[in-house]
């Protein structure tokens, strides 16, 4: 009986957050049908790409809400302290690029949420390198991009 009810409220939570990917889908398309812009970025435009996310996340949530299937029960207290310690250390870092340069926060990052997920301190510092200067490498030379640059030039 109670495995009967753990699948009930499995259910329960699934389209409980089915239902969120829907407010968030229409929150997107919403936020997208604002941009601002005076000339198209390429040939269908630069809203193309977030109506057409907005769009699939929308289709997807409404077949998830359909069939649920299973839901991982909420986390417990480490895993929500790691979760508002990734969303915190994500903010940070995001508000001190411009100053301290993308390949800095990055590794910053990557090297907080592997320490909050129980890395040891020297393999947190060297993951965190190694995935700043990976994703330095792909959104910089590989695709074109401009990242900015810390004090030190980097």
Aim: include cysteine; glycine fraction near 12%.
């Amino acid at each position: 009986m109670s495995e009967h009810r753990s699948d009930a409220g499995a259910t329960r939570r699934g389209r409980v957050m089915a239902g969120a990917l829907l407010v968030g889908a229409l929150l997107l398309a919403f936020a997208t049908s604002h941009i601002d812009y005076k000339f198209s970025s390429d040939p269908l435009g630069p809203r193309f790409a977030p109506y057409l996310l907005a769009l699939l996340l929308a289709l997807t949530s409404l077949w998830y809400f359909a069939t649920p299937g299973g839901a991982e029960a909420p986390p417990d207290a480490q895993g929500v302290k790691n979760l508002l310690g990734f969303m915190a250390l994500s903010v940070i870092c995001v508000a001190l690029m411009p100053t301290l340069g993308f390949i800095t926060t990055m590794a910053v990052l990557a090297a907080g949420v592997a320490f909050m997920f129980n890395a040891t301190p020297l393999m947190a510092i060297v993951t965190g390198v190694a995935q700043s200067m990976l994703w330095w490498w792909v959104f910089g030379p590989l695709i074109g991009g401009t990242l900015p640059k810390g004090p030190l030039g980097f």
